[in-house]
C-alpha cells in the first residue's frame, strides 16, 4: 500500500511535466478517441429521453472507468509499470499547456487588432459564437474560459486522480467530455444530455471548490478574489462555474459575466465582481499565469493529501496488527 500511494505521487508529478513539456499532440489524444467512440455509442442509442441519455453515459463513462481499474489491477504487482500508467493517465487527462497556448493565441491576435484571427482560434477555447463578439467582448470570453477550464481541465482530474488514481483520472475526463458534447441545453440533447450534466456537476464540484480557494491563496488580490466568490460564486447558473469565475475575476480585478451568444442562444449572466473594469488584453496573460500558479498548487496539494492518506491508512494497519507492503 506505501508503494502504491508513492508510485501515484510519482506518476503525478511526471503526468504534469509531461503536460508542461509536451502539452496535447495535435492528432491521436486518447480524449479524441474517446470522444470518437462516444459518437459512435450516441449513433446507437440516441432517443430524446432522459433514460436513453443516461444509459449512453454509463456506458462511456462506465466502460472508460472500468477498462481503467482492470489496467491498473493487471499491473498491480509491477510497480515501475504502474508509475509509468498513473504518468502517461495524467498527461492525457490534463490540459493546462494547451489551453495557456490557445488563450495566448486569440491574446496575441487581439493585441495587434486582427479580430479575424482571434475569432476563429476562439472556438478552441469554448462554444460562443465569435462572429458575434468584438475585441472586448472576445478578451472577456477568453479569461472567463481560462478560469473555468482551470477547474475542468487541471484542479478537477488531480482531485480524482488523488481520490481514485488511473480509473479517478479516466472517468473524469469522460464525464467532462460527455458533458461537453452532449450536456448543453440544445433541443437534441436537452433530455438526451441531461445525465451527462448532472453527473459532470457533481464530479466538478471539490475540483471547482478547491480551484476557487487556490485562486484566492495564489492571486494578486487576495481579499477581491474571496469577497468576489463569497458575494457572486452562487449566482453564475453552473454551481461549479460561478465559484471558480468569480474568485479568477476578484484576483485579476475584472468584471465578468454578462451577456454572451452561446451554442445558437443569448444568454444574460450575472455580473461577477461588478465595479471593476471589464477585461483587457493583458488580462489574459494575467489569467493564464493565474492559471498556471493554481495547477502547480493544485498537483501539491492533491498529491500531498494522497501521500497523506498512505500514511494513516499504515498506521490505522500496524495499530490492527496487519502488515503492509
Known amino acids: 500500500m506505501r508503494g502504491e500511494h508513492a508510485g501515484y505521487a510519482c506518476g503525478a508529478v511526471l503526468g504534469y511535466l509531461g503536460d508542461l513539456i509536451a502539452a496535447d499532440p495535435r492528432r491521436g489524444h486518447p480524449v479524441a478517441a474517446f470522444g470518437r467512440a462516444a459518437g459512435a455509442v450516441e449513433r446507437r442509442l440516441w432517443r430524446d429521453h432522459r433514460g436513453h441519455g443516461t444509459a449512453h453515459t454509463l456506458v462511456c463513462a462506465g466502460g472508460a472507468a472500468v477498462g481503467a481499474a482492470l489496467l491498473e489491477r493487471a499491473l498491480r504487482d509491477r510497480p515501475g509499470a504502474r508509475t509509468a500508467l498513473t504518468a502517461a493517465a495524467v498527461w492525457a487527462v490534463l490540459g493546462g499547456t494547451s489551453l495557456g497556448r490557445e488563450a495566448r493565441a486569440v491574446g496575441g491576435a487581439l493585441a495587434v487588432g486582427d479580430l479575424d484571427a482571434a475569432r476563429e482560434r476562439l472556438p478552441h477555447l469554448c462554444g ?120 479568477f475575476a476578484g484576483a485579476l480585478g475584472v468584471r465578468l459575466g454578462g451577456t454572451l451568444a452561446y451554442g445558437g442562444r443569448v444568454e444574460h449572466r450575472p455580473v461577477l465582481n461588478g465595479g471593476a473594469h471589464p477585461p483587457q488584453v493583458p488580462d489574459i496573460e494575467r489569467a493564464v499565469r493565474l492559471s498556471r500558479r493554481v495547477g502547480l498548487l493544485a498537483l501539491g496539494v492533491t498529491v500531498a493529501g494522497r501521500l497523506a492518506a498512505g500514511t494513516v491508512w499504515r498506521r490505522s494497519l500496524r495499530g490492527s496488527g496487519r502488515r503492509t507492503r
Do not use: C, I
Not at 481520490?163 to 479517478?168: R, T
Not at 460527455?178 to 441531461?194: E, I, N, Q, T
Not at 487576495?222 to 447558473?237: E, K, Q, T
Open 128 to 247: 460562443r459564437d465569435p462572429q458575434s463578439l468584438d475585441g472586448p467582448q472576445m478578451a472577456r470570453a477568453v479569461v472567463e474560459s481560462v478560469a473555468e477550464n482551470t477547474s475542468d481541465a487541471v484542479v478537477g482530474a488531480l482531485v480524482w486522480g488523488a481520490l481514485g488514481g488511473v480509473p479517478g483520472l479516466v472517468a473524469f475526463r469522460a464525464v467532462n467530455t460527455l458533458d461537453a458534447m452532449v450536456g448543453h441545453k440544445s433541443p437534441r440533447y436537452r433530455r438526451f444530455g441531461w445525465a451527462a450534466a448532472r453527473l459532470d456537476d457533481v464530479a466538478g464540484w471539490p475540483g471547482a471548490r478547491l480551484t476557487a480557494a487556490l485562486a484566492v491563496l495564489a492571486g494578486p488580490d487576495r481579499r477581491g478574489a474571496l469577497r468576489a466568490w463569497r458575494a457572486d460564486g452562487g449566482a453564475h447558473p453552473s454551481p461549479n462555474a460561478g465559484p471558480v469565475e468569480a474568485s
